[in-house]
């Protein structure tokens, strides 16, 4: 029975390396070449194989830091890849050490092993790992990465022969990550080339590469469309031969051994000419460097630009440079020529001295920065045109600084211009002082304009204000003359039928009421008589009056009038002061007799003091007459209607009194303000001018 066993056992154990066997060679076999197809198949297979339910994939960084998974497989009725995720070599200081410790870790218990236990809280409880089969990816004599298999379920031991699967897929993935990698670096190199070509074949300048002899290995897109020819047509042919003048090609021989003798530092600039297919000339300046020197096989590569047209203007350019000399020292603005990559003064002209003070001998030379405020030319904008040998420009204000200090303002209008394939800076230097002081005078000008303006326009609205008042009182002093008229005259009949009826009759209780009808009729005959004076204001009777003799008797009427009233006058008069006035005195008087009364009036009830104050402007000009009560005041809500003609808040007042007051003002050429807060008092100003407006 025992032999039975052990031959069963034995056959067994063949048959499991035979699987483990089988698996690996047709991983090898079928091995994607895509790597992250790659580790699709290595992990599904692992997992099936090992029967384990989780099998990851996790690389290093560069530094060794961290971890992170590139493909973790979980087996199941929904199976799954997944990526992503990263674990800390901080976190877990004793695994890591152990990746480079151990070929393999192999735990049957992963949270009490002192290797895996790390993971317990945050990994393997979560998921459910119990046993574990970790297999670091060496590569040379570095671990790169881990193979994790991740068993869920009862504690398992694992077997050699499962431990020695495992290892083997670690050596596939590091095999088909080395294979990936290679195939990274070919194609990166293949794209390098096929970069450099393209470079080459796009670059805007012709590029040509000789060997030995000038034989031509390297001619670009730019080359062939300058010269006619294809690159087919003329790779490996000397150069020399085919497209140097025969007059120029013993001198470019002696100017190639130079090259192919120097070593790859070495670099050479020369221009010659090349004929075209058609037959034409081109004049080429050449950029050439040696790549190979003495040692190996000598290779040129010339960088050329064809300057046929620069040089054709250059030509002009000397041919016409007396004529342009002329030109600069007759012109009035100074104009300098200013090296591009210097910015030196190369040439400028007798109006250059004229502006700065300085000889021009002394100006050529130095920076253009050293004579202007702003120590630049970064104004100048220039889109180049077409052909590029010349561009347009534009126009600045600056300061120009002149020897003896002075900052002068100028104009400078820039432009470039390319001569024998270098730029200068062609500028213009107008100086504009005088146009500064005329716009600084206009500007003045004009804001005094505006001023007075303002000023005109304000006037001109107040008076049509003032206007707009007079006629609409006017109108209605028509119409209360005409009222008073009509109502009078039946007045005077019921007067005299009152006292008829008194003579005819003496009963007590009729007399009481005749007594009542009289008392109205007076009544109202007094608010016609009002009405009868805002209708008969006049244009003033203009004579010289003493405005503080009639303020004085004003008081002295108002004192009378209210003989039983609590009020205390103040009276604050400059002095030393003539107070004689152009107005009409009848008016004066009755205008302040009315704004005393009010002021009276307002102050009944309580008492307190009025306070009349008379002042001049500073130029005599204007007098200011300012009565102040301490009376019942004005609420915000009446004050803007208490000029509004029969506008009263009074008992038995009709509401004429203030507006025939701002009519006998306005009539005078002055201005009448009026400030108020109820229960705190009220303020008049009144604004009257000392002689009459003509």
């Not at 009056?545 to 108002?558: G, P, Y």
């Amino acid at each position: 029975m025992p032999k039975k066993n052990t031959k069963d056992g034995s056959k067994a154990s063949a048959d499991e390396f035979m699987k483990y066997h089988n698996a690996v060679f047709s991983l090898v076999k079928c091995l994607p070449q895509n790597f992250t197809e790659a580790l699709h198949l290595i992990t599904e297979t692992s997992s099936k194989m090992l029967e384990v339910k989780r099998v990851g994939v996790w690389f290093f960084d560069d530094k060794r830091s961290f971890i992170t998974c590139l493909d973790q497989f979980t087996a199941g009725d929904n199976s799954q890849h997944t990526f992503g995720s990263i674990l800390n070599a901080k976190k877990y200081p004793i695994y890591f050490r152990s990746l480079g410790e151990n070929r393999i870790i192999a735990t049957s218990t992963a949270k009490d092993d002192p290797r895996t236990s790390e993971f317990a809280d945050s990994y393997l409880t979560p998921f459910g790992i119990t046993s574990m089969l970790d297999i670091p990816i060496w590569k040379g004599n570095s671990v790169i990465g881990v193979v994790c298999c991740e068993h869920i379920g009862k504690p398992r031991l694992w077997s050699e022969k499962e431990k020695v699967f495992a290892a083997f897929i670690s050596d596939i993935i590091s095999m088909s990550f080395s294979a990936d990698m290679c195939s990274i670096a070919e194609e990166r190199l293949l794209n390098e080339k096929r970069w450099r070509e393209n470079i080459i074949d796009l670059a805007p300048n012709i590029i040509v590469g000789l060997e030995q002899k000038s034989n031509i290995v390297i001619f670009n897109r730019c080359a062939e469309e300058l010269t006619g020819y294809k690159a087919e047509e003329v790779r490996g042919k000397p150069w020399i031969e085919i497209f140097i003048p025969e007059k120029g090609r013993e001198e470019l021989y002696k100017v190639w051994d130079n090259l192919v003798m120097e070593d790859d530092t070495f670099q050479e600039v020369h221009e010659n000419e090349i004929v075209t297919k058609e037959g034409t000339k081109r004049l080429i300046r050449w950029h050439n460097r040696s790549l190979s020197g003495k040692s190996g096989k000598p290779l040129v590569l010339s960088i050329g630009e064809d300057i046929t047209e620069q040089r054709e203007i250059f030509e002009s350019l000397k041919q016409s440079e007396s004529k342009y000399k002329n030109v600069m020292e007759s012109a009035n603005e100074a104009i300098m020529l200013v090296d591009v990559s210097q910015k030196l003064i190369k040439e400028t002209n007798a109006a250059s001295e004229n502006l700065l003070g300085i000889k021009t001998s002394e100006i050529v030379g130095k920076k253009f920065g050293d004579f202007m405020s702003q120590k630049n030319l970064m104004m100048i904008t220039y889109p180049a045109k077409k052909n590029g040998s010349q561009s347009h420009g534009t126009s600045w204000i600056d300061e120009a600084i002149a020897n003896d200090g002075r900052k002068i303002p100028v104009q400078i209008t820039g432009s470039i211009i390319k001569t024998e394939g270098l730029e200068y800076y062609l500028l213009i230097i107008r100086n504009i002082t005088s146009f500064i002081d005329t716009k600084k005078i206009l500007e003045d000008d004009k804001s005094k304009l505006e001023k007075t303006v303002e000023l005109k326009n304000d006037a001109l609205k107040n008076t049509l204000r003032q206007v707009e008042a007079s006629r609409r009182l006017t109108d209605i002093g028509a119409l209360s003359a005409t009222v008073a008229h009509e109502i009078r005259n039946p007045l005077s009949v019921i007067r005299a039928a009152v006292y008829n009826i008194r003579r005819k009759i003496s009963e007590p209780g009729i007399e009481k009421h005749l007594d009542n009808i009289e008392k109205k009729i007076l009544q109202t005959d007094k608010i016609i008589t009002n009405l009868g004076s805002y209708a008969k204001i006049n244009l003033p009777t203009y004579e010289r009056v003493d405005i503080k003799k009639v303020i004085n008797e004003s008081i002295e009427t108002m004192l009378a009038k209210h003989s039983g009233a609590k009020i205390e006058f103040q009276k604050i008069f400059e002095k030393s002061r003539d107070w004689n006035i152009e107005a009409d005195r009848l008016q004066m008087m009755e205008l302040m007799m009315n704004l005393l009364d009010n002021a009276v009036i307002a102050m009944k009830d309580k008492g307190g003091r009025l306070t009349v104050s008379l002042s001049k402007s500073s130029d005599d000009q204007d007098i200011y007459i300012v009565i102040t009560d301490e009376g019942s005041g004005i609420s915000a809500e009446v004050l803007p209607n208490i000029f509004n003609p029969f506008y009263s808040t009074r008992h038995n007042g009709i509401g004429l009194g203030l507006t025939i007051c701002q009519q006998l003002v306005y009539l005078h050429q002055g201005t009448i303000e009026i400030n108020s807060r109820k229960d705190e008092g009220t303020t008049v100003k009144l604004t009257l001018p000392a002689k009459h407006p003509q």
